[in-house]
Structure formats: structure tokens, C-alpha cells
């Protein structure tokens, strides 16, 4: 089992453009959360993704947002991206039983630098 | 809204020496507490959560919910448990956001 896996691990963007991230979760698990963590910081919160549908929401614009496919997988989208959005994007996965207490496994990564 | 902190960005301990990580959070009910550790090129992982009250690596945290503290420790310091160390919690039941702190480097110097 490779674990979560996300694409690309760097990334170099525009001010002003458009950004899709993705990440395969773990085998097993059906819930997929995103979180983004800036230079010296702690991870934050996005949003989560459960039954192909968004569960819960950080506090970040609506410019922030996702999707969850049938095989589990998902992916974020970032418009208009400004030079503030760039930092470390996480993804992490658990199966979904309800139980908050359940292990979140992390992948790698992106790196996402704006310019 | 819930809040974790972390005091210290770095700390610098000597191998065998005692360890003690703080943590306090902030929040009206009774959150989950864990901590997460990532070692140097690998990625985010659980090191432990205070519902499961158990040890790993050596490693223990004790919720104190008078203090709202859960502060990670660990007798004797080794070199590989240098890593940056976050504390984290999630706050109700069903949710699975995770708050974390700003993190902890821990430096074990030979």
C-alpha cells in the first residue's frame, strides 16, 4: 500500500491563474480532507470530502474547492490564485466510520509557489 | 472557536536528558487531543492520541483538562526523536477537522 498519494509535489503558478491538485487516499479509506501549511505554521483546515460530497469547510474563500470521485480520490482547486496561497497543501485520509478519534494518514504533499 | 498552542518553536535538549513538549488548547467542550510527529523528509504522522492512553516511542501525553494542557514528554531523549512535533484537536464528535498548533522543532544534541 503506497499510502496517500498527491501530484505534483511542486508547482509553480501565476498570480491570477488556476490551480487542481489531486490526491489518491489510502487503500481503504473513504474520506479525504485538505489542509494547507504555510511557512512556520501548523496545519490549516480546508475542507473534507465524504461520499463524493463536502462535509465540512475551513475558514477559506470560496476561490478553495474540491471534489471527491467514485473510486475516492479527490482533488482541490485553487482560482485566481494570489501570491498568499502559496504554501505546503496536504492531504489526508481516514475511513470514514464516524469515528473522529480514527488515524489521519497524511501524504507528501504540493508545493504550490505563486509568482 | 478552538485554538492550540504551541510556546516553543525550537527546543534543544541533551540525548538522555528529559523531554517535556507543551501544549495548551482552548475550547468550551471536550475536544481529541493528539500529536502528530514528522520526522526529517517523511511525512505528517500520528504519534499519539489521549483517548488511547498509551505510550509510544517512549513518548506520553496526559490530558489535563483543568490546565487545558496535554503536554508530550518522555524520560530520556534520543537522537531520533529529533522531528517537529504538533499538537492537535479536533472538537466535537463527527468532525474531522483537525486544529493544530504552530509545532514544535525538538533537536536531541548528542
Known amino acids: 500500500d503506497a499510502g496517500v498519494t498527491q501530484s505534483p509535489t511542486h508547482l509553480i503558478k501565476t498570480r491570477g491563474q488556476q490551480v487542481t491538485l489531486r490526491c489518491s487516499p489510502k487503500?481503504?479509506?473513504?474520506?479525504v480532507s485538505w489542509y494547507q501549511q504555510a511557512l512556520g505554521q501548523g496545519p490549516q483546515f480546508i475542507f473534507q470530502y465524504y461520499e463524493e460530497e463536502e462535509r465540512q469547510r475551513g475558514n477559506f474563500p470560496d476561490r478553495f474547492s474540491g471534489h471527491q470521485f467514485p473510486n475516492y480520490s479527490s482533488e482541490l482547486n485553487v482560482n485566481a490564485l494570489l501570491l498568499g496561497d502559496s504554501a505546503l497543501y496536504l492531504c489526508a485520509s481516514r475511513p470514514g466510520t464516524g469515528l473522529f478519534s480514527t488515524e489521519a494518514f497524511f501524504g507528501q504533499g504540493t508545493r504550490l509557489t505563486v509568482v | 472557536a478552538q485554538r492550540v498552542t504551541q510556546p516553543e518553536k525550537l527546543l534543544s535538549v541533551f540525548k538522555g536528558a528529559p523531554v517535556e513538549l507543551k501544549c495548551n488548547y482552548s475550547y468550551s467542550g471536550s475536544p481529541e487531543l493528539f500529536w502528530y510527529v514528522q520526522y526529517s523528509r517523511q511525512r505528517l504522522q500520528l504519534l499519539l492520541r489521549h483517548i488511547s492512553r498509551e505510550s509510544i516511542k517512549g513518548f506520553t501525553a496526559d490530558l489535563n483538562k483543568g490546565e487545558t494542557s496535554f503536554h508530550l514528554k518522555k524520560p530520556f531523549a534520543q537522537e531520533e526523536d529529533s522531528a517537529m512535533y504538533y499538537c492537535a484537536l479536533v472538537a466535537r464528535a463527527g468532525s474531522y477537522q483537525l486544529t493544530f498548533g504552530k509545532g514544535t522543532k525538538l533537536s536531541v544534541i548528542p
Open positions: 487503500s481503504g479509506h473513504d474520506t
